[in-house]
């Protein structure tokens, strides 16, 4: 009999969806099954609806908002240790786990994180309970004593995950598509659709699957200084779109399937949320300028990844400029690449699962 793996995400933007399809995939490789849930949908009285557009709103229109929110809640020491939304989700989780059974359940998202360790620490859940935290930090939300397991990307906090949890926690490498490690350059065919020049330096500007933060500015800074070209990916966002084009900074592109080709033709990649298209570059060994990164967790993200070296955090418009330009020195972009590049060396996540086959350390890229 395949073991079954429950994955609990969210679809607050699209990383942690994204790692939990990615996930699936490498479990379904190896024969295993896996259904991934929606956790906002176990809130009872459309409250989950409601937390997903209140969150979209708060990083469009009033990010501040969001990043005192997440100062107060997510680090605060005054703050609880557990939602009050969490005890609103057991009664459908626990419905769910008995109808279903499964072996093992990994949360990507940390409101899954506290439901699956509170139903285990009230003896609802009989199986192991896996967090795999996919931010470069980590904040009290991801924490919850009922959990067996952790994983992270960054082994910097390894063991400030395992002091503050009280459980085992271990490094896995970032959960990306092979498709970023494998894409091969083609300046001219990105260049032919997209509509810019062959010659161009393209550099990539992430706005997130919503299109978040003030990426006009970003690519004026770009297209202004004569050096660079900027694709701005506006995920989602026809109104950022038409904002770009108005301005005359493009091109301004809507969700893409063909990012990987785009990293690998690209001279940089310029985020604003130092999430999973960070790892994406990555693996794709894009060097990375997280700039005037979005608060809460983008700028707790930005400062992890500048201090370990994967990455460049800049704040104004000529720090941006300077950051790419040292990027142009082969020795600095041969280290900033290879550091980041070096986070893969780690186990593939499939490995790290407490109920992982035997010979399922291959490597994810």
């Known amino acids: 009999?395949?073991?079954?793996?429950?994955?609990?995400?969210?679809?607050?933007?699209?990383?942690?969806?994204?790692?939990?399809?990615e996930l699936a995939a490498r479990l379904a490789a190896e024969n295993a099954d896996s259904e991934?849930?929606?956790?906002?949908?176990?809130?009872?009285?459309?409250?989950?609806?409601a937390l997903r557009r209140g969150y979209r709103w708060m990083i469009l229109r009033a990010p501040w908002l969001y990043d005192v929110i997440y100062q107060v809640f997510f680090v605060g020491k005054r703050a609880a240790g557990t939602s009050p939304l969490t005890v609103l989700a057991l009664p459908a989780l626990r419905r769910l786990v008995a109808a279903r059974p499964p072996d093992e359940v990994v949360s990507t998202f940390?409101?899954?994180?506290?439901?699956?360790?509170?139903?285990?620490?009230?003896?609802?859940?009989?199986c192991p309970s896996t967090v795999l935290i996919?931010?470069?930090?980590?904040?009290?939300?991801?924490l919850h004593p009922g959990n067996d397991r952790y994983l992270c990307p960054n082994p910097d906090i390894v063991e400030e995950i395992a002091a503050r949890s009280g459980r085992t926690a271990l490094c896995c490498a970032p959960v990306v598509r092979p498709e970023f490690a494998r894409a091969?350059?083609?300046?001219?065919?990105?260049?032919?659709?997209?509509?810019?020049?062959?010659?161009?330096?393209?550099?990539?500007?992430?706005?997130g699957s919503w299109g978040v933060g003030d990426v006009v500015a970003t690519a004026?800074?770009?297209?202004?200084?004569?050096?660079?070209t900027p694709i701005v990916l506006c995920g989602n966002n026809a109104e950022l779109r038409r904002r770009l084009r108005a301005a005359g900074l493009g091109?301004?592109?809507?969700?893409?399937?063909?990012?990987?080709?785009?990293?690998?033709?690209?001279?940089?990649?310029?985020?604003?949320?130092?999430?999973?298209?960070?790892?994406?570059?990555f693996a794709a060994g894009l060097p990375v300028v997280i700039?005037?990164?979005?608060?809460?967790?983008?700028?707790?993200?930005?400062?992890?990844?500048?201090?370990?070296?994967?990455?460049?955090?800049?704040?104004?418009?000529?720090?941006?400029?300077?950051?790419?330009d040292l990027l142009d020195d082969p020795r600095s972009r041969k280290r900033q690449v290879d550091r980041a590049y070096a986070l893969f060396a780690s186990m593939p996540v499939q490995a790290g699962l407490v109920t992982a086959p035997r010979g399922s350390g291959s490597d994810p890229r």
């Open 220 to 228: 004026r800074t770009l297209a202004g200084s004569g050096r660079y």
């Open 134 to 142: 996919v931010e470069f930090t980590v904040h009290r939300l991801w």
């Open 110 to 126: 940390h409101l899954g994180a506290q439901i699956a360790g509170l139903l285990r620490e009230r003896g609802g859940l009989p």
């Open 251 to 281: 091109p301004a592109l809507g969700w893409r399937d063909d990012v990987p080709e785009l990293m690998a033709a690209a001279y940089a990649l310029v985020d604003n949320g130092s999430g999973l298209t960070c790892h994406e570059a």
């Open 1 to 21: 009999m395949s073991r079954r793996v429950l994955i609990l995400s969210a679809p607050m933007g699209s990383a942690h969806d994204r790692v939990a399809a």
């Open 184 to 207: 091969v350059a083609d300046p001219g065919g990105v260049a032919g659709r997209v509509g810019v020049d062959p010659g161009d330096r393209l550099v990539l500007v992430s706005t």
């Open 36 to 49: 991934i849930i929606d956790v906002l949908q176990l809130l009872p009285f459309r409250l989950g609806s």
């Open 291 to 324: 700039h005037r990164p979005i608060g809460g967790h983008g700028v707790a993200g930005a400062r992890a990844m500048a201090g370990a070296g994967v990455s460049l955090h800049t704040g104004t418009a000529s720090e941006l400029l300077a950051a790419l």
